[in-house]
């Protein structure tokens, strides 16, 4: 196969980067998540030492980049491929042929309740949950979780973001009044608890639930509720046209709600896409700003049942930067 045979629709498709270096190519490894376990590190390593220059590249969507392989390896390295595609079971059209897609990206979280001790979920498997609701997928979209509010996974810069939230649930049995929960949620929060009486009370209005009260509090006066809750952005963008930061649509929100939304994206999508978008991959953000945000909501929340803690904002309003050039006045 030579160079000039190559498509490159193809093989970006097939998540191969095209490369400054002539005759060369990139392979792009999918990790839902992040959550790259020792096995599918030992099998990077062993492809780019087989293939490609000895490095691999940690893309800024948890994934993984394989620099300096031959475009005529390029099938090869698919075959490679195959065994992390298994790991995490993503879902293929057709095995042995590396991944089937590659528009919708690397779906990013940071370490969630596995690891971290503010988490309120576990973010890596909803990430794989969703992973396997979505792909193969060639849309331009983008996705985050993370799972508290110190957001670490910066979800407001993608299309959807996902933070976790927890109701904090309150034994007044247990509380000896020492106000660490009221001193912590002011100074790492956003200040919801307050002593009345010598116990404490919680702003359920102010409260965004992040679960800083429960982390902090000594005697376990405070814990999380059994249920997990979603705060859920929309519409955040980097690029080149009109970057801009997500703006909240519901709180409280369950998982269900949560998945609904993300897999009712892409009906919306087909739907209003433009047919002469390049390489079919038009960014989800810039068809809502042509068809105006109440089409895209209607198809988001088709069959989507609330809960009764949910709460969806009244207005949705994405700012963007509008500059004067003073040098011409």
Known sequence: MGELDINIGDLK?????????????????????????TKVLQKIVEIADKYGDGTVNITNRQGVEIPGIRLEDMDAVKLEIQPIIDEYEIVQAEKNTGFDSSGTRNIVACPGSTLCPFGNYDTKGLALKIDHMIFPNDRHVKIALTGCSNDCAKVRMDDYGIIGMTEPQY????????????????RRSVGALKEVNGKIVRDEKKCIGC????????????????????????????GKKNPRMAEEFIKWADEDTVLKIIKNGYAYIEEFIDPNAVEHKEHIGYIVDRTGFEKFKEYIMK????????????????SGKDYTNYGSH
């Open 13 to 37: 498709k097939h998540a191969f980067r095209v490369s400054k270096h002539r005759g060369e190519t990139a392979a792009r490894i999918r990790i839902p998540g992040g959550a790259a376990n």
């Open 171 to 186: 034994n007044k049995d247990r509380c000896v009044t020492c106000l660490q929960c009221v001193n912590m949620c002011k």
């Open 211 to 238: 679960g800083v009260c429960v982390h902090y509090c000594p005697t376990r006066a405070w814990t999380r509720s059994k249920e997990t809750y979603y705060r859920i952005f929309l519409l955040g963008r980097t």
């Open 303 to 318: 069959d989507v049942e609330l809960g009764p803690k949910a709460e969806v904002s009244k207005t949705m309003y994405w």
